[in-house]
């Protein structure tokens, strides 16, 4: 199929709003496409029922869609296997979940090394496990053009580093990670690399194998999915050495009043009744985004975020936040503006029909390293197009003039 954002936009109801908006939030959450919304009916209407647990049709029914959503997640991380693929909430429950996990056997004298670029959702976590194992956290810095400075890892690697915890790409800077120099530095000393993919996974499907990491988290509504579902894959060698974080129905092998034994991968790691609908909604995005031809998508998003780039950098009182090249960053693009403030800005911004975010992005310490509390965040997706990057560039000449 060959690319068309026009004809890719029209799948998506919310653009039929009217007035029209022009919708450069996607790094906070992506629009759903009709098939999804179709999907979630589909299976709300006709097939709802618990998954693993009932023999009547329904009940299987429910369960084969419930598999059929985790293959997708399969094929869409080239993963292995689907005992790989843990369904949680979203990245941020990924993540604390394999900190919990990964977290128990660590205590004084390992080593976590996070960046100074991460979300809160990949700081925190590392922060608390820190202060509850007596691990030591370690920041890999950023390099004077606010990439990760991952050349600087080898001064972070010895026998004590037992994890790395990184992000694929920033929800700020839009920056990407060079994970090849991360997962040799780190493989070499025997730690692990986890991935933070809540940004990249919606500009492309991320292959776990090729890029050789031990786990990676990302979220359904940023990838054309619902809400409330997630991602946490895990290499099948790893996933099956880590203890169960929660407990209850669907993760036990037996159960009795002495012991309960635990259910093989994934079921081990999902406690309770799983977000059923939301993952089969899920499985419905990937499927729709691995029918879409991207080297066509990606070109276009590199075209529209090139522009804004360039007509960012020309207006003298406009700071671009990360790397000036596309090629370094997917179309993430975080600026502050002299004398304005990012909150009157995007409200203004708003009035206009063009929604943007401003404040920190849960990025309080990149903000932090770049001497900023907070900046305005235009982030592109699939179906954006000029006229969103014409009706920024407009409305941020207006709030200019108004704000100042
Ligand atoms: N990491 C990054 C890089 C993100 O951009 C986000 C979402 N803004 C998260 C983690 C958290 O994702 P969620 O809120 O879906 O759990």
Request: charged residues 20%.
């Amino acid at each position: 199929m060959s690319f068309d954002s026009r004809a890719l936009r029209r799948q998506f109801p919310l653009f039929t709003r009217q007035p029209a908006l022009h919708y450069l939030d996607n790094a906070a959450t992506a629009q759903l496409p009709q098939v999804v919304l179709d999907a979630l009916i589909a299976h709300e209407t006709g097939r709802r029922a618990n998954v693993a647990r009932g023999a009547y049709p329904l009940a299987e029914e429910a369960t084969e869609a419930y598999a059929l959503a985790r293959e997708r997640v399969r094929r869409f991380l080239n993963a292995a296997s689907v005992a790989e693929v843990v369904f949680t909430s979203g990245t941020t429950a990924s993540i604390n979940f394999f900190a919990h996990g990964f977290g128990a056997r660590l205590g004084a004298g390992d080593e976590i090394l996070v960046s100074e670029a991460e979300h809160h959702s990949n700081f925190v976590p590392w922060q608390q496990l820190a202060e509850r194992s007596g691990a030591r956290l370690r920041l890999l810095p950023l390099a004077a053009d606010g990439r990760i400075d991952a050349a600087r890892i080898e001064q972070f690697v010895s026998a004590r580093l037992k994890l790395v915890a990184i992000t694929h790409c920033s929800n700020v800077t839009g920056a990407l990670t060079d994970l090849a120099a991360v997962v040799r530095a780190a493989h070499a000393v025997g730690a692990r690399v986890m991935v933070d993919g809540a940004q990249a996974a919606q500009h492309g499907a991320p292959d776990v194998q090729a890029l050789g990491v031990d786990a990676y988290a990302f979220s359904g509504h940023k990838c054309f999915g619902p809400n409330a579902i997630g991602v946490l894959w895990v290499r099948a060698e790893l996933l099956e050495t880590l203890p169960p974080v929660f407990a209850g129905g669907g993760m036990v092998g037996h159960v009795s009043l002495a012991k309960t034994t635990y259910a093989e991968p994934p079921a081990r790691f999902e406690a309770g009744t799983p977000p059923i609908a939301q993952a089969v909604g899920l499985g419905a995005a990937l499927e729709w985004m691995a029918s879409l031809c991207w080297p066509e998508i990606r070109a276009h998003e590199e075209r529209l975020g090139r522009c804004l780039l360039d007509a960012l950098a020309a207006m003298p009182d406009v700071r671009i936040l990360g790397p000036r090249e596309m090629r370094e960053r997917l179309p993430i693009v975080a600026f502050a503006v002299d004398g304005v403030h990012p909150h009157d800005l995007t409200q203004v911004l708003g009035d206009y029909g063009v929604c943007l975010r401003g404040g920190h992005h849960c990025a309080q310490p990149l903000h932090a390293a770049f001497g900023l509390e907070a900046s305005a965040r235009a982030s592109l997706a699939l179906y954006n197009d000029d006229a969103d990057i014409d009706a920024l560039l407009a409305g941020l000449d207006r709030a200019r003039t108004m704000l100042r």
